[in-house]
């Protein structure tokens, strides 16, 4: 269905926020310009809900969550910052497949199957966008995604 992304987006963010720890702070930058992409709601939710509880998750000390979402020529382009655990540079493609967890030991304790972004990869391919991730040991990670942005024409007169 045709989604006006960054109310949509909103809402998702707000539902974590209202749940959030005193340690962690959120921060929006958010496109002022209306954003229409045409989505399966239930799937983009669920990525955004991994890759959230990730940033979540993956920050035990706590920090900030930034969440941007602006638009480039074609695409939207989405993303969410965190300040946690952040993972080696040899290790970020390979967190988008199945069952791959950064440190065995480590993620044991956080607890999940490895499968959340396997499945994000799926559901934003499956919408002709793509998914990355930039990130520093020890200094934090940042998920990337983008989907294609229903050109507005201008109305006829
Ligand atoms: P699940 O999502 O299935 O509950 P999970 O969170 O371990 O389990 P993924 O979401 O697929 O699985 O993430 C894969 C691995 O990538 C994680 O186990 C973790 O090691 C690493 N990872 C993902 N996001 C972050 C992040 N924001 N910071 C640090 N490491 C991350
Ligand atoms: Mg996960």
């Not at 002022?32 to 990525?47: G, M, N, P, R, S």
């Not at 989405?78 to 950064?102: E, N």
């Not at 480590?106 to 391919?125: H, K, Y």
């Amino acid at each position: 269905e045709k989604v006006d992304f960054v109310p949509f987006f909103g809402h998702i963010i707000d539902r974590f926020e209202m749940n959030r720890r005193e340690n962690m702070a959120f921060i929006r930058e958010l496109s002022k310009q209306d954003l229409y992409v045409w989505i399966d709601k239930d799937k983009i939710t669920q990525v955004l809900d991994n890759v959230i509880s990730n940033a979540i998750k993956y920050s035990p000390k706590g920090g900030t969550i930034t969440f941007k979402a602006l638009p480039g020529s074609k695409y939207l382009q989405v993303s969410i910052s965190d300040q946690g655990l952040g993972m080696p540079l040899d290790t970020v493609d390979k967190i988008f497949d199945r069952f791959y967890r950064v440190d065995k030991a480590r993620s044991r304790e956080m607890g999940g199957t490895g499968l959340g972004l396997a499945i994000a990869r799926e559901i934003i391919e499956a919408h002709h966008g793509q998914i990355w991730a930039k990130s520093q040991e020890g200094k934090g990670t940042t998920v990337f995604f983008t989907l294609p942005l229903i050109s507005q024409k201008r109305r006829r007169r």
